[in-house]
């Protein structure tokens, strides 16, 4: 079945670092891949995606490359804020469906000032 | 436009109870699916339904069930219910066509 693992948190950074969240996949087929975004208190909301191999999701200055070769999505950003600290999680589903997403377990990221 | 919107946001049962949770999807939505997250996990397929049939399922005992309503409105239902169902509950809506997932901010059950 499929399968997504990231890398274990927590991640604490001070503003402006660096970031990378790892990811990696097992899927059958071609997977559409997902990263999403949960604050505290909410819900899960999207925050890039990127639906066939090469291609790069990117938004709010997050981007992620879709890696058939690795079958890896990682997640970076260049300079990262205060205000993204929340829990990210990576996910996929069966490409051309609109059946589940299988999640990852979760990484906590906390950005210091 | 509104989103999804869950209710209610939280809720406290006794074990063994039974408890129905609520989902009105996005506009333009006419499949839901259900996720329930363990607390410091990511979340986990309950089932999705689409023209009222549930069309897929995860992992979960029978005591979990659903339904989807003519205006593509849903009802989680647990039975029976045990500590380990205490969680975070998600509904995702979803046109048929396509993959546009969006979630509600759910519905946290706590089960004492």
């Known amino acids: 079945g499929n399968s997504v693992t990231q890398m274990e948190g927590p991640v604490t950074l001070s503003e402006e670092a660096f970031l990378t969240i790892n990811c990696t996949y097992t899927?059958?087929?071609?997977?559409?891949l997902f990263w999403y975004v949960q604050y505290p208190g909410e819900g899960l909301q999207l925050l890039l995606k990127a639906t066939k191999a090469d291609d790069k999701g990117s938004n709010k200055g997050f981007e992620a490359t879709y890696r058939k070769e690795t079958t890896s999505f990682h997640l970076e950003k260049g300079s990262v804020q205060v205000s993204d600290s929340a829990v990210y999680f990576c996910a996929l589903t069966g490409r051309g469906s609109n059946y589940k997403l299988t999640f990852g377990k979760g990484t906590l990221l906390t950005v210091n000032p | 436009d509104a989103g999804v919107t869950q209710s209610p946001t939280h809720l406290i049962k006794t074990r063994g109870q039974q408890v129905t949770l609520r989902c009105s999807p996005k506009?333009?939505?006419?499949?839901v699916s259900w996720y329930q997250q363990a607390l410091g996990q990511g979340p986990q397929f309950i089932f999705q339904?689409?023209?009222?049939?549930?069309?897929q399922r995860g992992n979960f005992p029978d005591r979990f069930s659903g339904h989807q309503f003519p205006n593509y409105s849903s009802e989680l239902n647990v039975n029976a219910l045990l500590l380990g169902d205490s969680a975070l509950y998600l509904c995702?809506?979803?046109?048929?066509?396509?993959?546009?997932?969006?979630f509600g901010s759910g519905t946290r059950l706590t089960v004492v």
């Open positions: 506009s333009g939505h006419d499949t």
């Open positions: 995702a809506s979803s046109p048929s066509r396509g993959q546009g997932y969006t």
């Open positions: 899927a059958t087929g071609y997977p559409s």
């Open positions: 339904y689409y023209e009222e049939e549930e069309r």
